[in-house]
Every structure is written in structure tokens, then in C-alpha cells.
T-cell receptor
Framework: QQQVKQSPQSLIVQKGGISIINCAYENTAFDYFPWYQQFPGKGPALLIAIRPDVSEKKEGRFTISFNKSAKQFSLHIMDSQPGDSATYFC??????????FGRGTSLIVHP | DAGVIQSPRHEVTEMGQEVTLRCKPISGHDYLFWYRQTMMRGLELLIYFNNNVPIDDSGMPEDRFSAKMPNASFSTLKIQPSEPRDSAVYFCASIPGEANTGELFFGEGSRLTVL
């Protein structure tokens, strides 16, 4: 049973455009929602994270939007750059230390 | 500050051979995780340890897979005998117990190809 559903599976964006990746979760006990970025040949690394007491968190060009009632959260990459090309994973974590990951989104930003 | 260290980075072996993947977590981290990444299934949690004790191995796909953590600075994931469908990238990750911000620290992975 997939507890975190991520879409789209792949995304192609032109340089300067906005990249949007969406995730939905089922378990209302989740209280921490991180996004991980993975470059080819590397392990995933934490990009940005949010807790459900806020609806938005912004760090530079990266923004997480969180909708608690809809049990959805999304990553927005403004002014997308070729260097943003990577695989992005959303995740959700509850009382344990174990995050549940989405399937991942492969982002390609064309120059 | 050294991160999570995995070896080997690449392994090519033939079906039926034993494969051993190694991981050194970040010093002071109490939790260690083994993940498998494939295109079809994304990141799958295989097993995790707390203070060197296996806590949940329900993600280990078959008895051919085994994992050990003999001490706080070393863990192994063993596949015996290996099969072509085991081809994947295997990641080790660690987190501290206390002062846990929620961030998982991943190694760079071990890419396994079973011919």
C-alpha cells in the first residue's frame, strides 16, 4: 500500500519556468514532510521540509505548499535552472523516525 | 565531517554469487537504514537498525537477503545467492536518535548488477 503518492513521474521544463511536483498522503498521523533531491550517481539529500502547522515554506527558489485538509503538499521550483535537473522525492513521517517516500519525479530542465 | 560511506560503489557479479555491501554510518547516529532503489519501485526500505539492533526487516524481499550491524560504525547487507532481479542501487542512510531533526543522511549508494 502506497501511503505517499507522487506525481508526475517525469517532468520536462524550460529554463526559467516553474516546476511543480505534487504529493498526497493518507496517514493523518504524519507530522513532517521533507523533500529530497537526488543527482545522478548520488544519494538523496534533504532539500526542504515542512511541518503541518504552516501552509507554506520558502527557501530561495524552492517552495513547499501544504494543504492539511486535502492531505496534499507540493514542491514549486521557481525560475527552474538546468542545474535543478534531478530526481525529487517527497516523503512523510509520523511518530517513528521512518519516512515513507513517494516514487520520485525525474525533472529535466532544458537550457 | 565524513558522511555515510558505502562500498563498493559498483559491483558486477554473476547470478548465484554472494554479494556483500558495506556501510559506515555517521559517527553518533543511532539509526541505520538500508534502502533499495529501482525505476519500477522507487526507494524501498529493506531493514533498519537502532543501536545496532535490527528493528524491522519486513522490507527484506527474501531469505536470500540478510543484514548485520556488529557495531555502531559498520553494517553489511548480504545477498546469497544473487539473482538478476536484485540489480538495483542500494543505499545506506543514518540519523541520530536524540536531537533528530528528521533529516535522513544517505550514502552515495552501491550500484549492483547481477548478470
Amino acid at each position: 500500500q502506497q501511503q505517499v503518492k507522487q506525481s508526475p513521474q517525469s517532468l520536462i521544463v524550460q529554463k526559467g519556468g516553474i516546476s511543480i511536483i505534487n504529493c498526497a498522503y493518507e496517514n493523518t498521523a504524519f507530522d513532517y514532510f521533507p523533500w529530497y533531491q537526488q543527482f545522478p550517481g548520488k544519494g538523496p539529500a534533504l532539500l526542504i521540509a515542512i511541518r503541518p502547522d504552516v501552509s507554506e515554506k520558502k527557501e530561495g527558489r524552492f517552495t513547499i505548499s501544504f494543504n492539511k485538509s486535502a492531505k496534499q503538499f507540493s514542491l514549486h521550483i521557481m525560475d527552474s535552472q538546468p542545474g535543478d535537473s534531478a530526481t525529487y522525492f517527497c516523503a512523510a513521517r509520523g511518530g517513528s523516525y521512518i519516512p515513507t517516500f513517494g516514487r520520485g519525479t525525474s525533472l529535466i530542465v532544458h537550457p | 565531517d565524513a558522511g555515510v560511506i558505502q562500498s563498493p560503489r559498483h559491483e558486477v557479479t554473476e547470478m548465484g554469487q554472494e554479494v556483500t555491501l558495506r556501510c559506515k554510518p555517521i559517527s553518533g547516529h543511532d539509526y541505520l537504514f538500508w534502502y533499495r532503489q529501482t525505476m519500477m519501485r522507487g526507494l524501498e526500505l529493506l531493514i533498519y537498525f537502532n543501536n545496532n539492533v535490527p528493528i524491522d526487516d519486513s522490507g527484506m524481499p527474501e531469505d536470500r537477503f540478510s543484514a548485520k550491524m556488529p557495531n555502531a560504525s559498520f553494517s553489511t547487507l548480504k545477498i546469497q545467492p544473487s539473482e538478476p532481479r536484485d540489480s538495483a542501487v542500494y543505499f545506506c542512510a543514518s540519523i541520530p536518535g536524540e536531537a533528530n531533526t528528521g533529516e535522513l543522511f544517505f550514502g552515495e549508494g552501491s550500484r549492483l548488477t547481477v548478470l
